[in-house]
């Protein structure tokens, strides 16, 4: 059965036109089974979500489906329209420099006044008012008298659809970049039901992005009615999944991303088909263990360690060349890290500033039993 | 006298040439008397700090100087010489978006910690230790395994000179913008030394900006020491001062505000001459009240309220003009604010997305006493 | 009477939405008198064409049309909405650099042949044909098997609506720029039916631009009727209005310019309301004697001759501030030209490379008898 | 022997730095050998080139060197240093959109005037005569009254250099792109000495590169010899090279077509040593054969037709993915030509606009023997 098809406005134009995205939708048949939300492409260059979203949409055709499902890829059109030279400028607003990743809006409300009025329901009313309570505060925003900006406007539509949903997954990629998955660490029993092979696990906290602020309210609830003494699973779970390099659609690798995503709904209950994820090495680190190289020179740049794999202390991670500096010890410099990690991505371009953002690793990663 | 020329490197091009910001210095003839660090152009397209830097180097080749003084102009190479298409695209990093003025970084120290050990210190040692640590965790910074950004070594330079510093002036200019001042809540008193007609009274907060950096380590020492039950005044001042709009270099304009800036620092004792601020209408209000309006709905603005001015409830503001709505009631509108106002600034572009920020306004505002 | 409302689809964004254009049109009474097409917008940044068509709608609405009038505002919604920071960069598609009004195509069939074909037609019939001949030539070009550019299918698009009319008038501004038009050289009599100081006369040649494209193929039809001893007067008039700066929306200065627009279609006959043209000094040169004056070095600009009127040699043209030159000659530099000019236009940002086009000037003018 | 560096200046940024291209040079030991000019990263993302002069220094650092040789590494640093967003926008002047390898100016003399006047030279006088003209008119272009552009001051500043040369060498890259040659026609003979599978044969025509700058005015002087019975060789050979794609350092890739360019410098003499070029398919096609494949529909892309190799009519070249259009026919498009081709490039960008030129491909093309 084909998706139902539905269109959104998050914004307009100068010219007057509005920017639409278009939303698909299978309807469970089981009211009691968790519902997802998926989007692709928030970030303009980041196309191959969208292609995976073709591949589950062809395969769900095929599902029997229980819980409901939404499907939103082209989520940014503002983004991905943007180009600059041969490429897509889409990581942050061109007007302000906002990521537009970080312009999700925190909906938690004062935990402690909305918890003691609410915390005679039980758990199943618990999550329904609560879950509605967000969905106030993010219309409070999108009305606001003064305004808000083209970033949040886009954040806020989507957040409204998605703060229905029982998951959330949020499809990026890197520059250059093997997969990868941010997981809240409530949810890390999760991870080795993804096909990917490497995992940031992140803390309670809220920065601005989409994963984020679908947990952290959640997350937080669980927090306040523990210090109740309660036991309240975190009733939302959210992800997102960075499914290789930008500006590359590959649609078989996409069907092998759309299949895995089917084991994770089958996992939770969401279609009732039985696909299992793969067998293979997982690494795992805290987000604080995530770390960012930055160029300690300028120059050209050949990025040296494999992605994703690990790469012992000392092992060359990129040759800069120096050909203003033809004849010295500085025409041509090897550099390494002084610590075992897992390059995860580098750098988009061969030629660099003075403390560009060369390579992104997992440092005291630990391998996740199979 | 000529003030003296030094050059300090703040980061790499891709080519290897270094970024060097040039530095000029005159030596005050009394220890004792305060010293002054200001910069200008860390916003690429705000310019006009140079021509002011230009007048007050001619000025003060005239004047008897008391204090050290240091002048930084075009203080961020890569964001003035970053065209696109005829305008400067100097706001934010062209690679990650972040703006050029939220990269400095919080140097403060545990300050309980600090100051537990150093607390029996007089006041003047006090301030020179605090001083030290800063500079010391500065040099930290800079020097970090896994570098840092360009951003943030330009940041650190910089910041490493001025701590240097009893009184700090960032200048900036707004996009099509009054002249206006950043000013700490604490230094309110100083508000009327500056020929300026708007102020923002800033809290004790930090968020990247320079005259934050500077500031806050020094208010927060204050507070521990009050909790201490010690009077310590705030040792630093810092402030931005916003002198009209970018893209635009006026020499005349210029002299006037070299001129009020040396009333600033007569009433300092940095000079011995004496130069007065002008009796003019000065207007303040707390951050927290200085609002942006964003555009409700996208199109073609005539900008309608002046800069400066108080501008009554119902005022026109905006006009926003459709032509894809035509024969329709939306083919014009006017917009209005729903509270008086001092129109600040408004954006450099006549054609706006939705949400895109069209003025930043003083509500709350109130009338300094001349 | 209200005009009436159509819309052209001139491209596809990435994301799937059409681009499109909106055209009113108001049918004449007069099926023999001449038509008008009037554009705004190509360039993203000079909307005030905009505001002219919204003038000129709004007269027309009270006027007694005799000839079809066919208004095409906010013309190019790729380059309007292409913001770079707190500008629109719409003067050059973002992925190849191409000037948006140099993608124009001569649509001009090879005239030796043609002409031999056709030349027994009397005028009328004449002209007919070879308008119908323009415009196959456009269909052939939007349908070539290889496909054409995003910048050359607009063109083609907006020229195959273009070529029905027998007068166009393309709305243009500069960066920072007095009203200025440019004519070919056969209509110079009109000049003074426009209330534009400044005007440049074309010959006739082919460059891209939308108003070449319009009269070239004309021009060359009467130089070829001519030199087979027929004497045919130049079917099409075509000319680009620059309304003065970019990146400015002014609906009273609007007004004025769609009160003068009327003046030279109550000349042509298109409305039978008698509106005038203004008594003015007027300008003109040959396009050849519009002269680019580059910075011969690199600085911070100060603009000082005024736009619009007689500059005599030697009179300062630009001051140029270098800070990193302080204490030497070089630090304030003034410069002038060698001749005498009328300044028409200068660069957008106080700020420019070695090279960067300062000023375009007038040279070997002449004032035009009123 | 380490090549001896020296440094020229091609222009000034804003904050008055200077644009500065690093020049290394071998002094040939036989007056009467040919010399080289070889050059790279002209387009700013186009790295590969500087990896290829850093292998080259090596190897000519053990090589017997008869003519002289010079080398200019990132010959563009304003188009290098030019970042947006993770990319290099270096295709392109940021300010006017003009095409950095477009800017090349045409030093050819009035010839006839010119040839008749120096007809009775023998050759050798003649090309050294005709050297000396181009060298004239080029210096005359740099000190014009009314200056030049940024782009073509770093272009004739570079010309003045090349002038001297008998070789010309450019190295380019394409955007995803196998390795290809521009080649003038009256050189085909000589595509067989590079080791580059694809040869685009070019016409005697000048469009503002750099190798037509350089073969354009010997050719033509050959032309107009011939026209006086003349037999003259064309003096000078000029040649891009396009070795593969940008955003791209390789020092394998590198060393490898530093050592095909050994075999091109061993057969014309300029080194006594003997390098060979290698036993590989090579093909051919004139420049008009060479074409562009616009996207006649916009949306997402798989590229699918592999580079370099012959693919016959009715192969897939892309898939276009329409999100928007998931349940019709239009969901997923494959594209193909109608006739046999060689890709050799395609867009850097996986989502496209209508009319983005999606492949460039060579038509009508032949084997060369080898």
């Avoid at 003494?229 to 930008?246: H, I």
């Amino acid at each position: 059965m084909l998706a139902a098809k539905s269109t959104v406005k998050i914004g307009e134009l100068a010219t007057g036109q509005p920017l639409t995205v278009p939303i698909y939708c299978f309807k469970g048949a089981c009211s009691s089974a968790p519902s997802l939300y998926l989007q692709a492409n928030v970030h303009g260059a980041e196309v191959q979500g969208n292609a995976v979203i073709f591949q589950l949409l062809k395969l769900l055709e095929q599902c029997q489906i229980l819980g409901d499902i939404t499907l939103v890829p082209l989520a940014n059109p503002l983004a991905i329209n943007q180009k600059s030279g041969e490429f897509t400028l889409g990581r942050f607003d061109p007007i302000t420099g906002n990521n537009w990743n970080r312009d999700y809006v925190n909906c938690t409300p004062d935990l402690s006044d909305w918890y003691a009025k609410h915390q005679e329901l039980d758990d199943s009313l618990l999550i329904t008012q609560y879950r509605q309570q967000l969905l106030n505060r993010c219309q409070q925003q999108l009305t606001s008298e003064w305004g808000i900006t083209s970033g949040q406007r886009q954040a806020l539509t989507l957040q409204s659809i998605a703060f229905h949903a029982d998951v959330v997954l949020d499809l990026h990629t890197g520059p250059k970049s093997c997969k990868h998955l941010y997981c809240p660490e409530y949810a890390q029993a999760k991870v080795s039901l993804f096909n990917i092979g490497c995992t940031l696990l992140m803390p309670n906290e809220f920065a601005g992005a989409m994963d984020e602020a679908m947990f952290y309210p959640w997350w937080q609830l669980t927090k306040v009615a523990a210090s109740h003494g309660r036991e309240l699973p975190v009733a939302v779970e959210a992800y997102t999944l960075e499914l290789g390099s930008q500006e590359l659609i590959d649609l078989v690798d996409a069907k092998q991303d759309a299949l895995a995503i089917l084991a994770y709904l089958s996992d939770k209950g969401i279609i009732a088909d039985a696909f299992k994820p793969a067998q293979m090495p997982r690494y795992a680190c805290l987000l604080q263990d995530y770390k960012k190289f930055h160029a300690p020179i300028a120059g050209m740049v050949e990025y040296l360690a494999p992605l994703g794999k690990p790469l012992t202390a000392q092992q060359p991670l990129v040759n800069i060349l120096r050909l203003d500096r033809y004849g010295t010890d500085e025409e041509l410099q090897t550099l390494a890290l002084q610590q075992d990690c897992i390059p995860v991505l580098h750098f988009a371009s061969a030629s660099v500033y003075q403390g560009t953002e060369l390579y992104k690793v997992m440092t005291n990663y630990v391998e996740i039993p199979r």
